[in-house]
């Protein structure tokens, strides 16, 4: 069975614009995690999107917005680009979600790097 | 408010010594317990996990000790390997409510020395 991936691996932006990543979960699994990984917060949770729809929310700015497709695939976009936002990004897919104990398993992650 | 918390950024330990990883939280709703592991350039592995109802979840070399009372958890490493050798996480999730991600705590850099 195909791992999660996740598209581009690496990107480079300026201050200011738009990016949106991509994460496509593994064949079957419904949710799809989002998690902003820097050196000094460790993994902090974005969103989690279950069939279509987005299920719980993490602590950031309303810059940082997704969403998810029928096919279960999902997509984040961050507008206006500040140099804190430099992170990696990881997407982590499971069956049913955080809710109910299963495990994600996770992709290996988009590196962002805001100039 | 970090509801988990891995006090030690890092560990170094000898090859075939035990690794004591530890973690402590504060959510009192957290009911189950994961460890991942990180390589550089790859995404979180998943390693074990342990349900609140156990104290004691053993996989081959890993086994995972939780003591509710001190809303904390061990992940220990016998014998360690320089394979082992990465960033772990340990990560909490409670069923229901707004606890139901999981939240993660900051890592632990694990050095296996040959």
């Known amino acids: 069975k195909a791992g999660v991936t996740q598209t581009p691996r690496y990107l480079i932006k300026t201050r200011g614009q738009q990016v949106t990543l991509s994460c496509s979960p593994i064949?079957?699994?419904?949710?799809v995690s989002w998690y902003q990984q820097t050196p000094g917060q460790g993994l902090q949770f974005l969103f989690e999107?279950?069939?279509?729809?987005?299920?719980n929310k993490g602590n950031f700015p309303g810059r940082f917005s997704g969403r998810q497709f029928s096919n279960s695939r999902s997509e984040m976009n961050v507008s206006t680009l500040e140099l804190g936002d430099s992170a990696l990004y990881l997407c982590?897919?499971?069956?049913?979600?955080?809710?109910?104990?299963?495990?994600?398993?996770f992709g290996p992650g988009t590196r962002l790097t805001v100039l | 408010d970090q509801q988990v918390k891995q006090n030690s950024p890092s560990l170094s330990v000898q090859e075939g010594r035990i690794s004591i990883l530890n973690c402590d939280y504060t959510?009192?709703?957290?009911?189950?317990f994961l460890w991942y592991k990180k390589y550089p350039a790859e995404g979180p592995t998943f390693l074990i996990s342990?349900?609140?109802?156990?104290d004691k979840n053993e996989d081959g070399r890993f086994t995972v000790f939780l003591n509710k009372s001190a809303k904390h958890l061990s992940l220990h490493i016998v014998p360690s390997q320089p394979g082992d050798s990465a960033v772990y996480f340990c990560?909490?999730?409670?069923?229901?409510?707004?606890?139901?991600?999981?939240?993660f705590g900051k890592g632990t850099l694990l050095t296996v020395n040959p």
């Open positions: 990560a909490a999730s409670a069923l229901g409510g707004s606890n139901y991600k999981l939240t």
């Open positions: 959510n009192s709703m957290f009911d189950y």
């Open positions: 982590a897919s499971s069956l049913f979600g955080t809710s109910g104990h299963n495990e994600q398993f």
């Open positions: 064949s079957g699994h419904r949710s």
């Open positions: 342990i349900s609140s109802i156990k």
């Open positions: 999107y279950f069939s279509e729809t987005q299920r």
